[in-house]
Nanobody
């Protein structure tokens, strides 16, 4: 498995979760990483992304101020800290390794995808 996402679960609205994505590819430390999500019956959407160095980030408007993306290149891991969760955040969350060093907001900017982890937010 090249990208392994974990940390999903059931949480009440207003709660927090931290997702992790462990990467096994040697290109991890030179690639941007992104988080996407797909809710039931909806298309996959961009959530957050971080550049190879962690110096640049991008967020969907719907999660700005609530979610924080970070990475630890020594551990080949990217994180998504999710606070103030809402029922509309319920989805399968996927991590992906970018094609370029800078953060991309489109799925086409990513070459490798993890298997996803389910986040359920109850009202």
């Amino acid at each position: 498995v090249q990208l392994q996402a974990s940390g999903g679960g059931l949480v009440q609205a207003g709660g927090s979760l931290r997702l992790s994505c462990a990467a096994s590819r040697r290109t991890f430390s030179s690639s941007a990483m992104g988080w996407f999500r797909q809710a039931p019956g909806k298309e996959r959407e961009f959530v957050a992304a971080i550049s190879w160095s962690g110096g640049s980030t991008a967020y969907a408007d719907s999660v700005k101020g609530r979610f924080t993306v970070s990475r630890d290149n020594a551990k080949n891991t990217v994180y998504l800290q999710m606070n103030s969760l809402k029922p509309e955040d319920t989805a399968i969350y996927y991590c992906a390794e970018g094609r370029y060093p800078g953060p991309a907001t489109m799925g086409s900017g990513y070459d490798y995808w993890g298997q996803g982890t389910l986040v359920t937010v109850s009202s």
